[in-house]
């Protein structure tokens, strides 16, 4: 099954470059000229063959919180399926939160107290059957809902509202689940959480005060919603990391599906051949159940069409090993093999020099951590980051799995280079081309990407796109011909070839700032695998217990006078030339 999948994977991805030039709607994309205001003369999305699927909550394996927004989202779902909990209960409990806790955070744009209220109010009288039944969402503004803004956290979007749901967003609400708001993200998908100006907005939930942590991008608020217990899960998007960069930033597991396995109907594009909708949770088990109910075939986005049938993701973090079990493959049967690329484990390099000259470029625009200080954090933290993984891999090994060294595929860094990775650009241009013509204000910060796009020649995009099949290719071959999993570092190159990637907690450090930080691995699978890294991780996540820690409230984390903190993000405060430089954002 592993090989015929894999072949006919490849032959997707072979036809979805070609459809990239196949009109916008063709492809799923949903009232994208429309002017600001209320999507005009377009239906609501046919619900026909998109019934939420039914399955068994995984029994709970842990003494139950008190605190009702400490629950997982299945914790929640199954006191609420026994009627312990209400669902006002619940909402009323998250909505305290964001109330208290939001403008510092800065996670949400839009708040739907009411809607919400209501909605659970008619879950408790209807004690609906959906297996998320009450449980509180926050959505990434790029996801359509119907009748709520939906902005892109964009000038071109910014008076949006739709009258239809995203598909995947639909699925959700049609399993029972309650929106809670919007959350902010980079503008128009690109960066970390800002506005379209460039100020920043959202804060990392584990260092709210202070500006030099990311909460990574462009799932920003939708990471920190569910790390700062605003929500019980989350949606993102990811087409170079926005969903597994945020979860590692903020101690979450998040789950990048194979390209189509889950519909973007109703998802503002970013690139056509890249965009991957998918959950944020706080465990494998809430990713896994978001998953369950997000996934499935689309007649309105052909990329979902006539993929294998959905795996019971449930099933697979419940039967997959650990707690005495070994992890084993469920289908190949023996263990588990987990294939670690070179460097993976490499100490970095330590900092040329204690006292490196200041460089002109970058001090000079007045950040308040200077550029020396975050290389020495940012080198002890990878030192932290190595260390976590070794780790990692020997719990992995203790619970049955087999780690392999692997090479890199034949080509691996000539078609995971800068150059190749973006190939993508011309994809977002003529999809906004209208706008482009208009008013390239509109774009804000995130001008230049679009600029570039237009730039690039076509001979350039045809080569990059017979390039990322090579690169497809030789993954499938070198790599899957020996593992299962994979290691990776960055998540573009799979992004590039529309593999599954998962993002999940493997530990904490202290050193970089003197307060704890989670670290966070990535794992990679073949094509219509996430079964099998939910699996592993599920079973990981049983023998340790990063996933369950979550932050303190940032009056507690507020740094005191002089200890060297610096303030959080605020009105004023700007991505610097060291953001895109070394953290790409």
């Known amino acids: 099954m592993g090989e015929l999948n894999r072949r006919r994977f490849l032959e997707r991805m072979t036809a979805l470059s070609a459809t990239a030039i196949a009109t916008p709607r063709a492809l799923g994309g949903a009232v994208l000229f429309a002017p600001a205001g209320r999507a005009a003369g377009r239906a609501a999305a046919p619900r026909d063959g998109l019934r939420s699927p039914e399955f068994d909550l995984p029994a709970a394996d842990r003494p139950q919180p008190t605190d009702l927004t400490e629950l997982t989202l299945v914790e929640a779902a199954r006191l609420m399926r026994g009627r312990d909990v209400s669902a006002v209960e619940l909402v009323e409990a998250y909505l305290r939160r964001i109330g208290r806790w939001d403008p510092r955070y800065q996670a949400f744009n839009t708040v739907v107290s009411e809607a919400a209220l209501d909605a659970a109010r008619m879950a408790d009288r209807t004690r609906g059957s959906g297996p998320l039944t009450g449980v509180p969402l926050a959505i990434k503004d790029n996801f359509f809902t119907a009748g709520v803004r939906t902005t892109a956290n964009s000038f071109i979007f910014e008076g949006f509202v739709p009258d239809f749901d995203a598909t995947a967003w639909a699925r959700l609400r049609d399993a029972g689940a309650i929106l809670l708001g919007k959350t902010q993200m980079g503008p128009l998908a690109t960066t970390a959480a800002s506005t379209p100006t460039g100020e920043r907005t959202t804060a990392n939930a584990w260092a709210p005060h202070h500006e030099d942590v990311s909460p990574s991008g462009s799932s920003s608020g939708s990471a920190t919603a569910v790390a700062a217990r605003m929500a019980a899960s989350s949606t993102g998007t990811q087409t170079g990391g926005s969903i597994t960069n945020p979860s590692n930033a903020q101690g979450l597991t998040g789950i ?97 020099g204690p006292e490196p000259e200041p460089d002109p470029d970058i001090d000079r625009i007045g950040s308040s951590f200077p550029r020396r200080e975050r290389t020495q954090a940012a080198y002890r933290r990878e030192v932290a980051t190595a260390e976590a993984r070794r780790r990692m891999l020997a719990t992995l090994e203790e619970l049955g799995a087999e780690v392999i060294e692997l090479d890199f595929p034949t080509h691996w860094e000539t078609l995971t280079s800068f150059n190749f990775n973006n190939v993508r650009l011309p994809e977002r241009s003529e999809i906004f081309l209208e706008h482009l013509r208009d008013d390239v204000r509109k774009f804000g910060v995130s001008l230049a990407p679009w600029i570039n796009g237009l730039l690039l020649p076509a001979a350039e995009y045809v080569r990059g796109s017979r390039a990322r099949l090579i690169l497809l290719e030789e993954i499938l071959d070198e790599v899957f011909g020996r593992c299962d999993l994979v290691t990776q570092t960055q998540p573009f190159p799979f992004d590039m070839v529309g593999l599954p990637l998962i993002g999940f907690p493997i530990g904490f450090e202290t050193e970089s700032t003197g307060y704890p930080r989670p670290i966070g691995a990535m794992f990679g699978a073949e094509p219509y695998s996430e079964h099998h890294l939910l699996s592993a991780i599920a079973a990981y996540q049983r023998a340790m217990d990063w996933h369950l820690r979550r932050p303190a409230n940032p009056d507690e984390l507020r740094p005191a006078e002089g200890d060297g903190g610096v303030p959080g993000p605020g009105p004023g405060a700007r991505y610097d030339l060291f953001d895109v430089m070394d953290l790409g954002e």
Request: no cysteine; glycine share 14%; proline share 18%.
């Open 256 to 352: 990048k599906p194979t390209m189509g396995r889950v519909s973007l109907y109703g998802v503002l594009p970013l690139t056509y051949t890249r965009d991957h909708p998918g959950p944020l949770a706080r465990d494998a088990v809430d990713a896994a159940a978001m998953l369950q109910v997000m996934a499935g075939p689309d007649p309105l986005d052909p990329r979902s069409l006539g993929l294998p049938p959905v795996p019971d993701y449930i099933g697979a973090v419940r039967d997959g090993g650990g707690d005495g079990r070994p992890l084993v493959h469920p289908e190949r049967g023996g263990p588990v093999r987990i294939g670690v690329l070179p460097g993976y484990l490499d100490e970095p390099e330590p900092p040329a």
